[in-house]
């Protein structure tokens, strides 16, 4: 099973659009996925599922089927984990249900983290119950692959997401926004593990499951702008011939010297995705990934054509994405 998350610390980059679609193009592949939506906002659960389960997942003060609900034993002191919910959001995608409550947990991580160096069980249950969370879900489905949604910025509940990860994909924007944001994020993910590398080998419970806190950063994924007509194709072009230097530098402490001109030849460079303007609004209205948009959805004349560009765009990536990670297709 492989862990893969979706990390920048600038907003609105396009993180939680990319995992969604990447676990229906996942599913397509013959996998089966779960999607965990870590991101208190819950965006992701809210693109799965309609508003009227949604009400049933989320009913009042109560979260027994979503991940914060599979936690909240262990933070409340009652037990460990619970064996956590897994929704089902699709053919072969398992969701673990996002929620909002998600936030109050970020005292208890940040608090039992120094602990674990003083080798506190309870620190370690704390610190990789996200982790074992994941796992759990993971074995529930058969999972090939877990694609994790976080929020855009370095929290506690973040961190603890990201030890679970084993693999880092990177979306951004070609702005002064998300280069700065790879500034935050690449020494960031340096720091994570390495103190978690400090606390791991201090476990004192023998037949806990923690995670190994490799965050490997894979590559990056360039949202291409939509046609702004504020911004003019020279400050783009600009932007997006620093992302190499930045990345190299920022999130692999390489010599930015040796980077790439410009991410059509830096092999960290996944892919370019395409802004698909009025598929997005259909996909969202039909509920669906934008490349299985139909007639019926809306998706008529040129618009046919651009849903198949665009699994065609999704399955490329989904394949560059799972041979950096060493995920074998079937
Ligand atoms: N390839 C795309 N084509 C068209 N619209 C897109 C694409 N990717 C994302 N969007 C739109 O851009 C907006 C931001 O995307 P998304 O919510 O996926 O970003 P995010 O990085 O998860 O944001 P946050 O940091 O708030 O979690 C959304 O309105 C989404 O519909
Ligand atoms: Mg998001």
Redesign the pocket.
């Known amino acids: 099973m492989k862990t893969i998350a979706f990390f ?1 610390n ?11 679609h990447l676990a229906w193009m996942y599913a397509d592949l013959g996998m089966s996925v779960v999607a965990a939506d870590l ?1 208190p ?1 819950a ?2 659960t809210s693109m799965f599922i309609d508003e009227e389960r949604l009400e049933s997942l989320w009913p009042d003060g109560r979260h027994a089927q979503t991940v914060y609900g599979a936690i909240q034993p262990l933070l409340d002191g009652t037990g460990d984990i619970a064996p956590p919910y897994v929704e089902d959001a699709g053919e072969h995608i398992g969701l673990l249900v996002g929620d909002l409550a998600l936030a109050v947990s970020e005292d208890e991580l940040t608090g039992q983290w120094p602990e674990c160096l003083d080798r506190k069980p309870r620190a370690f249950r704390v610190i990789s119950a996200i982790w074992r969370v994941i796992e759990q879900a993971a074995r529930e489905r058969e999972a090939g692959v877990v694609l994790i ?1 976080v ?2 910025n370095l929290g506690a509940v973040n961190r603890a997401a990201l030890i679970a990860a084993e693999h880092v994909v990177i ?1 951004l924007a070609p702005d002064l926004y998300s280069l700065q944001g790879l500034r935050n994020l690449g020494p960031t993910l340096r720091r994570w593990r390495n103190e978690w590398a400090e606390r791991r080998s201090r476990n004192p419970v023998d037949d806990l499951s923690i995670p190994s806190g490799a965050m490997i950063p894979e590559g990056y994924v360039v ?2 702008d ?1 046609v702004r007509l504020d911004r003019s194709v020279k400050a783009h072009d600009r932007w997006m011939a620093r992302i190499p230097a930045v990345y190299r530098e920022a999130v692999l402490d390489e010599k930015a010297t040796a980077a790439s001109r410009s991410t059509r030849d830096d092999p960290a460079c996944l892919a370019g ?5 009025s ?3 259909f996909a ?1 209205e039909a509920r669906k990934p ?1 490349f299985f948009l139909t007639a019926a959805d809306g998706a008529l004349g040129g618009h046919a054509k651009a849903v198949q560009d665009c699994y065609g765009d999704f399955r490329d990536l989904a394949r560059t994405i799972a041979s950096r990670c060493g995920l074998r297709l079937p």
């Open positions: 920048n600038k907003g609105g980059v396009g993180k939680t659009s990319l995992v969604y991101d906002q965006n992701l949604d929020g855009p979306p949202m291409q939509a995705l395409k802004h698909y303007r598929l997005m609004p969202q934008m």
